[in-house]
């Protein structure tokens, strides 16, 4: 447990370092945005490159982790869907489910990727942007197609939905990664300095980014909603994934990888999507919040009942 606190540590210093500077010396949104846009633009696509150019994916269970994350995610997506006629009966409208899809289904790659660095290293890392591949279009689809069922009041054609997709640089770096690995595509030292130096960055810069969108209002009475949101994400999803991988043959370093990508708390780029397509943006905020919050206390049990 005291190994797993100490890879935890940093990464929620860091994310409470953003949330005191949004508050004090960097207080334009405009900043924010800036730093969001490079590391999600350029940094972060230059990690998941580099990581996965340098990594050796045959020590790795490559298709026990993918697949055991595909999977949970697969299904508790379908979870949600499935509890959409109760939700509407217990006052739940079409842009609040939205949100509580949205919150139990995406995910945090700094977080996730900060972790397993912190935990494995290099092996850790490649592991979890592996797994990246598996969850990113999954989630993405049914994120967009969700919103455009409950919330949108412009409904977005599976052309629409696709193009979403298909833009997004954090799967197009994977995949480049991966055809490199997989090729053996040599590349110059001049890209390895660059791509290394660039890279170092990303995560720490994606952490500060997350801690200035934190919205601590309401966080104290939180709705049914936003409690929903947190039991799937942070109690469910971790139960789930982790039983999947265990079927699958995952065990080890490689199992508490799984565990710490499932227990990771939802990604703020859903409070963005919330706004852009009429979804419930303020609970979203709040159920971001929260479970960035008490996934300090949560992520460190899971990692430690699943690692070895």
């Known amino acids: 447990m005291a190994v797993v606190i100490a890879a935890l540590l940093p990464v929620f210093l860091l994310t409470v370092l953003g949330f005191v500077l949004k508050r004090t010396l960097m207080r334009l949104d405009t900043q924010w945005h800036g730093l969001e846009q490079l590391t999600y633009?350029?940094?972060?696509?230059?990690?998941?490159?580099?990581?996965?150019?340098?990594?050796?994916?045959?020590?790795?269970?490559?298709a026990g982790v993918g697949g055991a994350l595909l999977l949970a995610a697969l299904l508790m997506c379908l979870l949600c869907l499935a509890l959409r006629g109760p939700l509407a009966r217990a006052g739940v409208d079409g842009p609040a489910f939205t949100s509580i899809f949205q919150g139990a289904t995406r995910w945090q790659t700094y977080v996730a990727l900060s972790v397993s660095r912190n935990l494995y290293d290099s092996t850790g890392l490649a592991l979890a942007s592996?797994?990246?591949?598996?969850?990113?279009?999954?989630?993405?689809?049914?994120?967009?197609?969700?919103?455009?069922?409950?919330?949108?009041?412009?409904?977005?054609?599976?052309?629409?939905?696709?193009?979403?997709?298909?833009?997004?640089?954090?799967?197009?770096?994977?995949?480049?990664?991966?055809?490199?690995?997989?090729?053996?595509?040599?590349?110059?030292?001049?890209?390895?300095?660059?791509?290394?130096?660039?890279?170092?960055?990303?995560?720490?810069?994606?952490?500060?980014?997350?801690?200035?969108?934190?919205?601590?209002?309401g966080i104290f009475r939180p709705s049914l909603a936003a409690?929903?949101?947190?039991?799937?994400?942070?109690?469910?999803?971790?139960?789930?994934?982790?039983?999947?991988?265990?079927?699958?043959?995952?065990?080890?370093?490689?199992?508490?990888?799984?565990a710490a990508c499932a227990a990771v708390p939802t990604s703020p780029s859903a409070y963005v999507l919330a706004r852009q397509m009429g979804g419930d943006a303020?609970?979203?905020?709040?159920?971001?919040?929260?479970?960035?919050?008490?996934?300090?206390?949560?992520?460190?049990i899971v990692i430690a009942a699943a690692g070895p």
């Open 130 to 217: 592996v797994a990246m591949v598996a969850i990113i279009p999954l989630v993405n689809v049914f994120s967009v197609a969700v919103l455009a069922r409950y919330a949108s009041s412009e409904k977005r054609s599976v052309s629409a939905i696709v193009m979403t997709v298909l833009k997004n640089p954090l799967i197009w770096a994977c995949v480049i990664g991966l055809v490199i690995n997989v090729t053996h595509i040599p590349l110059p030292q001049i890209w390895h300095d660059v791509a290394d130096a660039l890279g170092g960055s990303s995560l720490a810069i994606g952490l500060l980014v997350t801690g200035a969108g934190l919205h601590p209002e």
């Open 41 to 62: 633009y350029v940094l972060f696509p230059v990690l998941l490159v580099q990581t996965l150019v340098k990594a050796d994916l045959t020590k790795v269970p490559v």
């Open 282 to 300: 303020p609970l979203l905020a709040q159920i971001i919040t929260l479970q960035t919050i008490l996934a300090a206390i949560t992520m460190p």
């Open 227 to 258: 409690s929903i949101a947190l039991v799937l994400k942070l109690v469910l999803m971790p139960v789930l994934t982790v039983a999947l991988a265990v079927w699958f043959g995952v065990a080890g370093a490689n199992l508490a990888i799984v």
